[in-house]
């Protein structure tokens, strides 16, 4: 089968990116976006981590979609 220089191309930009494995919890950033945020979690993992985390509790929405935490808030997450 013949590839094609644009199929290459969009190929290679799709492949996965590596995970990181994080060595301590020092090594996660302030984000100034979800989308920043986003962007690090799809290449970094805390796999490494969970004994080091505290765990919390939550309550969620029925039509939440999704749910981000931030330190020190309070109160029960809306969509």
Request: hydrophobic share 35%; proline share 9%.
């Amino acid at each position: 089968m013949q590839s094609f220089p644009e199929c290459e191309r969009v190929r290679r930009s799709k492949a996965r990116k590596p995970i990181h494995r994080l060595r301590s919890v020092a090594e996660i950033p302030r984000f100034r976006s979800a989308a920043e945020e986003a962007e690090f979690w799809a290449t970094h993992s805390l796999v490494d981590l969970w004994d080091q985390l505290e765990s919390v509790e939550m309550e969620l929405s029925p039509t939440a979609r999704r749910a981000t935490l931030r330190p020190g808030r309070k109160g029960p997450v809306t969509p």
